[in-house]
């Protein structure tokens, strides 16, 4: 079946979403964009004329132009701090609601945005693109198969000088919020259990160019006895990270090392005598599902699949709201500088 959409926020994240649908062998033909909203009419009008959507209905009022519309789906790809009117506005017109990350700009938002899904009885979930990449449904295999054998820590390094200007420079918690949320759902997910608290120093590091909250040292506790050490700062110059981060996965019998990118060293210790075990490396086994390692292409058609099928998709928003609650436990731990328990 074809779905209607309208996408909100027409900025420089609508150009991902838009060329996906356009391009993307996943989602051909699968979605029509029947309107384009954005505060700023221009930047809508732009983001149509670049696309070729000649059709789809301009405008600055997204509940004109859901009334007007009328479409099955809404593309929430405003900035977080709108983001709980836009999906509001979207469930009471009826549309299934697919948000960029941040869920929500706080825990209790995203309660309630969960609850008005569910009294709407529409699908509401968030783009959180950096799980669907090879590299983390590798990990997530490799983990799974025990190959390492059980799982005792992830830590991960995150050092990227960003200079995006807009929005970000003022956010509070900008690398918590904005950036982690990402790194965080990945080690959930990879890691394959829950994550039960978290202590975090915050900071701004001298020379930022941000507002506020720059950089992070957060170590989390997982079910198991799993520990994730995450060290991010996105004011570091000189020798930046892969957006992905750069991990070291250890399990009771061997590490893995991963760059982020294509690099991976998995090597699993021999038993013999001495201080030190030899190891031998162990290859990463291939995705399970080559059609999950599409970033937003893949998000966008998980979401179109679950509701045809009429189940949940992986990136629900009942899911993620425990990727977000990481976040907000490790932005009021770095606050009380005290262990903070995560729950949602
Ligand atoms: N998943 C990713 O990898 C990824 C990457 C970058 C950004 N993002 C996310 O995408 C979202 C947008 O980021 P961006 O970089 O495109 O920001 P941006 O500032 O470039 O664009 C946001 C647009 O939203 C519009 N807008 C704001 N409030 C609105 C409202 N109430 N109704 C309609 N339009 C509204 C603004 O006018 C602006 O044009 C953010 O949540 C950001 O975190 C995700």
Sequence with gaps: MTFTAVLAGCGAMSRGWLSALAEHPLLAGRVEVVGLVDLDRATAEARA????????VIGTDL????????PDLLFDVVIPAARQGVVETGLRHGCHVLSEKPMAATLEAGRQLIAAAKAAGRVHAVVQNRRFISGVRRI????????LGELTALHCDFFIGAHFGGFREQMENVLLLDMAIHTLDAARFMAGVAPKAVYC?????????????????????????????????????????SWESAW?????RGTLIWDGGETFDARVAVDGPGLLRDAVAMDVP???????????????AEFLDAIEQGRAPETASTDNINSLAMVFAAIESARTRQRVTISV
């Design 63 to 70: 509940d004109a132009v859901l009334a007007e519309t009328k």
């Design 286 to 300: 291939a995705p399970a599902d080559i059609e999950q390692t599409h970033g937003h292409a893949s998000v966008l």
């Design 201 to 241: 120093l915050e900071t701004n590091p001298k020379g930022s160019w941000y507002g506020h909250g720059a950089a992070a040292n957060a170590i989390f506790e997982f079910d198991e006895g799993v520990v994730f050490n995450y060290r991010g700062s996105w004011s570091a110059e000189g020798a930046n990270t």
């Design 140 to 147: 997530r295999r490799l983990i799974e198969s025990g190959a």
């Design 248 to 252: 070291r996965i250890i399990g009771t």
């Design 49 to 56: 004329a670049e696309f070729g959507l000649s059709a789809a």
